[in-house]
């Protein structure tokens, strides 16, 4: 398989290269979390973002989307 130049930085970069980058996202949690993730790496590297995940995700899992997306509304309205 050709990777990309920055999969080889670590073993958790090339599992996400080989197995999510570039993968279409259906499940509206899928697009959550990438946008969440995205959002969050504003500033730090990729792989940073990576190995917090896990974090993300238990702090995000109690949250439902609805709820989030009201909230950002209110956010934005104000």
């Known amino acids: 398989m050709k ?3 920055w999969a080889s930085d670590s073993a958790e970069m090339l599992v996400y290269h080989d197995k ?3 993968v279409p996202k259906k499940k509206v949690s899928e697009l959550f979390e990438c946008l969440t993730l995205e959002i969050f ?15 993300f995700r238990d702090d995000f899992s109690t ?8 909230l950002m509304m209110k956010i934005l309205k104000d």
Do not use: F
């Open 3 to 5: 990777r990309c130049a």
């Open 20 to 22: 999510e980058w570039g």
């Open 41 to 55: 790496q504003a500033g730090l590297s990729w792989s940073t973002v990576l190995r917090k995940r896990e974090a």
């Open 63 to 70: 949250l439902m989307l609805k709820k989030l997306a009201s």
